[in-house]
């Protein structure tokens, strides 16, 4: 039979301050909670310049709890996500832990990772959603509403903070789950050599989305080193008015300008483009001698 995802408003505690922070540590340690579900909402340079964490949400098998971080001290925040006596279920977290490491320097500890379970299985696709229906009979609803959902804004709205929880609410259930599987497909050796390799490399600088795109291989080497020039404009000019970098330049006319230098001047340059915002990448990218 198929479920749906929180058919009622989940009940959840706000933890919007520091004091907050350390009573929710002090209540997991005085009830012996040694495991908790997390998960992370993110801006991922979609509404403003750069990745940045903007909510945490928790459950701990039987209460929710939502974190805001902007209200949090880095050390508040350290304390709780870098605890080795937590473990910490979470589903695909290479992104949020090499967010959080870039943002704050915080080195998540005790976390795991159940889409490594997923990929030992086998299963084809293994976005979040397809495997709570594929595996538990849940279906995920309003997920392209929320898709795009600006979560660096304040207050954010109850409904996307429902929305939010549920990526938390079936963690534990899809734990138990998977690890049945894995136990009647004989795959627990293999999902342990799994953890054991799935080491970070916190300290690699990640590339733009165009530096790692089909269209950038294919350039010459001195369109490539023009591009790169070119990208890092970009990321300039996006930082400075707190935008996306896209906002300031698409990937396609990144491309193009690094294959024309004369693309700069063309009318084509200027189409779908912000003028205050074109205006100011053209004098950024001549004083840069491109």
């Not at 590339?207 to 291989?217: G, H, M, T, Y």
Request: aromatic share 8%; net charge positive; charged share 30%.
């Amino acid at each position: 039979m198929e479920r749906h995802g929180s058919p009622r408003p989940l009940h959840y505690t706000m933890i919007d301050s520091d004091r907050k922070l350390i009573g929710f540590r002090k209540q997991l340690h005085e009830q012996q909670i040694k495991r908790i579900a997390m998960d992370f909402e993110c801006e991922y340079n979609l509404h403003a310049y750069g990745a940045r964490l903007c909510l945490i949400q928790i459950f701990d098998g039987d209460r929710f709890y939502l974190i805001d971080p902007f209200r949090i001290r880095t050390e508040e925040l350290a304390k709780t996500l870098e605890s080795k006596t937590i473990v910490k279920l979470f589903y695909a977290a290479t992104s949020d832990r090499l967010l959080v490491f870039r943002q704050y320097g915080i080195r998540m500890k005790s976390v795991y990772d159940l889409a490594l379970l997923v990929d030992a299985l086998g299963f084809t696709e293994q976005g979040l959603d397809s495997i709570l229906e594929a595996v538990l009979g849940v279906e995920v609803r309003q997920k392209k509403k929320f898709q795009r959902y600006n979560w660096t804004l304040r207050p954010i709205r109850e409904d996307a903070l429902q929305y939010a929880l549920n990526d938390v609410c079936h963690l534990f259930e899809l734990h138990e789950k998977l690890i049945g599987m894995m136990k009647a497909r004989d795959k627990l050796d293999e999902c342990l050599v799994r953890f054991v390799k799935n080491d970070l490399d916190f300290e690699k600088t990640p590339l733009p989305p165009v530096l790692r795109s089909r269209e950038f291989k294919n350039l010459s080497r001195s369109q490539k080193e023009r591009c790169t020039r070119i990208v890092a404009v970009q990321h300039e000019v996006a930082q400075r008015l707190d935008c996306p970098p896209h906002n300031v330049l698409p990937q396609d006319k990144c491309i193009e300008l690094a294959r024309n230098p004369r693309f700069l001047d063309s009318p084509r340059f200027d189409k779908g483009l912000n003028g205050r915002i074109v205006r100011r990448f053209k004098k950024a990218i001549r004083d840069a001698g491109l």
